[in-house]
């Protein structure tokens, strides 16, 4: 996979305002890495860890690092300034100030530590086999529509509705209300840049209003009326101490698997079925072996990290890679560069299907806040792919819309957060014998 040469000032790119990053960050996260793994960019004052020890052991010690600004970073920063050698204090008196700071990414132990163990609750191994079974029917169902013509747009017309059928599904929403989730998370065309974005929009506080509305309903009339659903399981789990819930922290958290779960899976989808049109040989493979497509998808995720890294902010003065952090700084943990480590990957940059240690990679984070939904996705990708492939004999990028082999023209999410492909159109060849 070649990438262009690396920005030769590195120090004029603003990446979290430019848009020059946006289709191809990779030679400036190598930049970043050659001149030192831990560095602060000269912009918003953002320590940039694109080091892979060195983002592990951040995202491992939630003691030093707290994850309150872990979705926003610098924007729109910390309310108020951070001073001493110890902002412990300051980050839980002003936490509820800053956006997203009821989501799960951004809670610390204790809170996290609570809230985490209810989400587990929903997604136990159990759930997730029993889940299986539907996430292949879902799949195949989606599939009967997609391939009913030679060519898709496969973000918008399976991967998304797929995986937001597949959480549906997981989380027990009713069969009757599925079609008004497509519509309202699906089809109607979202304003702004959203989290992250490139640009000046401004950030909702909790941008999650129809998924809480809905989810308020469901625990509700479960928790007066159980029914012996998913949903029933929902609304009467406890946290690990035995407590019951508020009704808005069980909606919380299934929302947050419901929105990010999805939104990360898509992105993943996008990537895979990306390399897979443009390199038949990797399709002929995976048909012929499909054993082998689990690691293509660990592969997938190591390349092309549907998040690019999250934020922490140091509570106390730290040392990282040998660089000292004082108390108060922003970091950005940045897993799409970690993943390209050439410390831990041989050949970075180039995509190998049989990599050995491809699941090394930090993409789902490390420690506490490892991705909850990461066997969810995993299992996603998996059977979509496979589906896809057991169905067709051959995928192919539509050059109509992204151009010839030797120019092709892709367009990714303007965010600092995700890495992912706004839209992937591709032509197809239905297989003579396609099992349903």
Do not use: W
């Not at 030679?27 to 060195?54: I, K, N, Q, S």
């Not at 799960?104 to 996290?112: G, R, Y």
């Not at 699906?186 to 909702?204: F, H, K, N, V, Y």
């Amino acid at each position: 996979m070649a990438h262009d040469e690396p920005p030769e000032d590195i120090d004029a790119i603003d990446f979290f305002r430019d848009d020059t990053t946006v289709a191809d960050p990779y030679p400036y996260f190598d930049a970043l890495r050659a001149r030192c793994p831990v560095t602060r960019e000269p912009h918003h004052g953002v320590m940039m860890v694109t080091g892979y020890e060195e983002a592990v052991q951040v995202a491992q010690d939630p003691r030093t690092f707290s994850s309150c600004l872990s979705v926003t970073g610098p924007f729109p920063g910390f309310p108020v300034p951070l001073e001493g050698d110890d902002v412990s204090a300051l980050i839980e008196r002003h936490r509820d100030e800053l956006p997203m700071s009821d989501q799960l990414p951004t809670l610390d132990p204790p809170v996290h530590t609570a809230h985490r163990g209810l989400l587990m609750r929903l997604i136990t191994p159990k759930r997730l086999k029993e889940n299986e079974a539907a996430v292949r029917e879902i799949a195949d169902s989606m599939l009967d529509t997609f391939l009913a013509r030679p060519e898709g747009e496969l973000i918008s017309e399976f991967a998304g509705p797929f995986t937001l059928l597949v959480i549906a599904d997981l989380l027990g929403v009713p069969e009757e209300d599925r079609e008004e989730f497509l519509d309202k998370l699906q089809r109607r065309p979202r304003a702004g840049g959203g989290i992250g974005s490139t640009g000046e929009d401004s950030l909702a506080h909790s941008p999650l209003e129809f998924l809480y509305g809905r989810f308020s309903d469901y625990i509700e009339d479960r928790r007066r009326e159980p029914r012996g659903d998913v949903l029933t399981g929902l609304a009467t789990a406890t946290f690990p101490d035995g407590s019951l819930p508020e009704v808005a922290d069980a909606v919380r958290v299934a929302a947050n698997l419901f929105s990010a779960g999805q939104e990360t899976t898509v992105r993943l989808l996008s990537s895979a079925f990306k390399m897979l049109a443009e390199r038949p040989d990797i399709q002929t493979l995976l048909r012929a072996e499909p054993d082998r497509i689990p690691n293509f998808v660990e592969e997938t995720l190591r390349t092309e990290s549907p998040v690019k890294g999250d934020f922490r902010l140091s509570r106390v003065p730290a040392t990282v890679g040998g660089v000292d952090i004082p108390a108060g700084t922003t970091l950005m943990v940045v897993n799409g560069a970690a993943n390209r480590d050439p410390r831990r990957f041989e050949d970075p940059a180039t995509f190998d299907p049989a990599r050995p240690n491809a699941r090394h990679h930090i993409a789902f984070g490390r420690g506490i806040h490892t991705c909850p939904g990461a066997p969810l996705a995993r299992a996603e990708a998996r059977v979509g792919i496979e589906r896809l492939l057991a169905r067709t004999s051959d995928i192919r990028i539509s050059e109509r819309v992204h151009g010839p082999a030797h120019a092709r023209r892709y367009q990714y999410l303007p965010t600092y957060i995700l890495r992912g492909l706004t839209h992937l159109n591709l032509e197809f060849t239905p297989a003579e014998e396609s099992t349903r």
